[in-house]
């Protein structure tokens, strides 16, 4: 009797592990849960949001709980910077920013990274590249003894540097639903169709992307390096980092290399919460077709010839029951493959090696191309005017998609610039009083 129980316990425990172990196998290799429900506020949240968004801050402002603005900043409201197409788009070239990251080295082996701001509260408080430099220089180089053998060591410089555009946020709450699981899922899959076409003989075609990992395990979907997992965190770092305002996630921003009393966060939680629910219920963009049957047909065309040569590759129109975002929110390299195909030269290789998750300096998020016609400029640095001239700087991964493209007809071509033209900003969204000087060029 008491073996047959102990017996019936075993074959219990036994198919209670096997069934925890086969629904863990379903579950990683299926994808994450789709987007079940829209990004809601109420109105008056949304409005108390809003005004947030496009509050010019102020030294010492009195809706601030602590000093305000700075005391460095790049802009004095968050709509400085995202106006393209209404309130809560991109942003002009003239409003880039300076980003910065200091690689490791054997001295200081944690990574850091930063912005070097434009402006500050008082001159003292001023950024500069060289300021950076000075505080961390090269690292002269030298010939050490190994074994029997003499070997150079080059000089290496830590700091590096990038200037990114700011981002169109239409649609940041869609996004923000979008599961981590999706994304690392389809990732997974490209990976795993590319490996099968190269057993097969198939060595062409794009090298796909991969998800950024961020070192809690969360899947990256935000920012040119997928470097925030939720919107709460970008709206937290862009509020701290661009203007100066602390926040209950995180401190502001301090002059690089001075000493800069602590003082209480200048949004409070409620303040906070607000304008993150703005940002997360700003209106997805749409696709705004010709009615014109005409231009329609070229439209039509030109969406074909989109999917023809391989750009949904990378701008998948779908994902994760997200429709019409056009991206798979991967890192892909862009620039060409250079200096040993690592990114760095000889000057900037790390000396501590950097975490396998860490994006190489070629490496950026694909950009959702929902909203494209009213995002200009375009490329992580806007050096992009058109939509022309941003195609035509697709390299690395994107080669054999732009080999193609060059290979359509001029008016085939035309015909995929005016499909994406088609993809606008939500027609909600609330018009910008952006100085003209900054309006897009299409």
Not at 70 to 86: I, L, R, T
Not at 158 to 182: C, E, H, M, Q, Y
Not at 271 to 300: C, G, H, K, N, W
Not at 375 to 394: M, N
Request: net charge neutral.
């Amino acid at each position: 009797m008491v073996g047959n129980a102990l017996s019936r316990t075993r074959r219990q425990v036994g198919m209670g592990i096997s069934a925890i172990l086969g629904f863990g196998l379903v579950w990683a290799a299926t994808p994450g849960l789709p987007i079940l429900w829209a990004p809601r506020a109420s109105a008056e949240v949304r409005a108390r949001g809003g005004e947030l968004f496009e509050h010019e801050w102020q030294v010492e402002d009195p809706i601030a709980k602590g000093d305000g603005l700075g005391p460095v900043f790049n802009g004095k409201s968050c709509v400085a910077c995202h106006f393209q197409g209404g309130v809560g788009g991109g942003g002009a070239s003239q409003h880039n920013v300076v980003s910065f990251e200091l690689l490791p080295t054997k001295e200081r082996p944690e990574l850091k990274g930063g912005l070097i701001h434009a402006f500050a509260v008082e001159n003292r408080f001023t950024e500069k590249l060289g300021t950076l430099r000075s505080l961390f220089p090269v690292i002269p180089g030298s010939v050490r003894v190994e074994g029997n053998c003499q070997v150079l060591v080059h000089d290496f410089d830590p700091v590096r540097t990038s200037s990114v555009n700011s981002t169109a946020l239409f649609g940041a709450g869609w996004i923000d639903r979008l599961s981590g699981k999706t994304i690392y899922q389809l990732g997974l899959r490209k990976s795993i169709a590319k490996i099968s076409n190269e057993v097969v003989g198939e060595f062409g075609g794009i090298i796909p992307g991969r998800p950024r990992v961020l070192p809690d395990g969360r899947i990256g979907k935000f920012g040119w390096k997928a470097q925030f997992a939720s919107l709460e965190d970008f709206v937290a770092a862009a509020c701290a980092n661009e203007i100066g305002l602390g926040n209950p996630k995180m401190p502001q921003a301090t002059p690089i290399g001075i000493s800069y009393p602590e003082v209480p966060a200048d949004l409070d939680r409620s303040q906070f919460r607000d304008l993150v629910a703005f940002v997360d219920t700003l209106e997805r963009p749409i696709e705004v077709l010709p009615d014109d049957s005409r231009q329609l047909a070229v439209v039509t065309q030109g969406k074909a010839l989109f999917a023809k040569v391989g750009c949904v590759s990378c701008h998948t129109p779908e994902i994760g029951g997200l429709e019409g975002v056009y991206s798979d929110f991967l890192l892909h390299r862009l620039d060409d493959r250079t200096n040993g195909g690592d990114g760095y030269s000889t000057r900037s290789t790390p000396q501590v090696p950097l975490p396998d998750a860490f994006p190489l300096p070629e490496e950026w998020k694909t950009p959702p191309l929902w909203g494209v016609a009213d995002s200009a400029p375009y490329f992580h640095d806007g050096h992009s005017t058109t939509l022309e001239s941003a195609i035509v700087r697709h390299r690395g991964d994107a080669e054999p998609v732009y080999d193609l493209y060059k290979q359509l007809s001029p008016q085939e071509q035309q015909a995929m610039i005016a499909f994406l033209k088609t993809l606008r900003a939500p027609a909600e969204a609330k018009p910008s009083s952006a100085p003209a000087s900054f309006a897009q060029a299409r």
